[in-house]
């Protein structure tokens, strides 16, 4: 299997690129400071950008400035201290990451950053809309904070409609196997598929000696 490459991007022009590839991926695009004041890990396979997202370990949140302040003031949970909470965001993977194991890889190094982080809470957030991105999110046990349009100021860019979340450190450690069975459902899915392009090729091979 092809090598991915870990790094932390710093360098300017590189962020601006990471930004620029959110950007196409999700249509946010996310201010230059808070990438600035955030780590941002991007995959290179062949030296080539596949794959980022970004690791936000002290407040201001992204996804809590979109959080109605009525829901800030009944939830208990906005009665932890923010430094011991964390952000995820702009995560994307590109096509170039062609195979279940290739993606579980990044979701790896993902979670050991998160762990290695070691924050109590981490937060989740993204368009309500994108079932994949929530459906990923539920592996790891979430609790929704807020469900709906995000609470936007002058000048901010989010998606319409937005859910908040958060999860615990250790719920993304003892939630593991789960993210194993996912990788195989993916595989046995990733195998089913070139079966059945390899089916059709050779099917449309055959009947075009015959005509």
Do not use: C
């Not at 904070?145 to 450690?173: E, K």
């Amino acid at each position: 299997m092809e090598k991915i490459v870990f790094k932390t991007i710093t360098a300017i022009d590189e962020l601006n690129f990471v930004l620029n590839k959110i950007e196409h991926h999700s249509g946010v695009r996310l201010p230059i400071e808070y990438i600035k004041r955030s780590k941002t890990v991007g995959a290179f396979l062949h030296n080539q950008l596949v794959a980022s997202y970004i690791i936000v370990t002290k407040p201001n949140f992204r996804s809590l400035l979109f959080v109605p302040d009525s829901v800030k003031k009944t939830h208990t949970f906005f009665s932890n201290d923010q430094y011991e909470m964390m952000e995820v965001n702009g995560l994307w993977i590109g096509p170039a990451v062609k195979t279940p194991k290739m993606q579980f890889l990044i979701w790896l190094q993902l979670a050991k950053d998160i762990i290695l982080s070691r924050k109590k809470y981490l937060l989740l957030m993204s368009s309500s809309k994108n079932k994949n991105i929530g459906h990923l999110h539920s592996l790891t046990n979430p609790k929704t904070l807020y469900n709906g349009a995000p609470n936007l100021m002058a000048g901010d860019n989010s998606h319409s409609s937005i859910q908040v979340s958060y999860t615990t450190r250790w719920s993304i450690i003892l939630n593991i196997p789960k993210y194993l069975l996912e990788l195989r459902r993916r595989q046995v899915r990733a195998e089913r598929f070139a079966k059945e392009r390899t089916y059709i090729r050779e099917l449309k091979i055959s009947e075009a000696k015959f005509v």
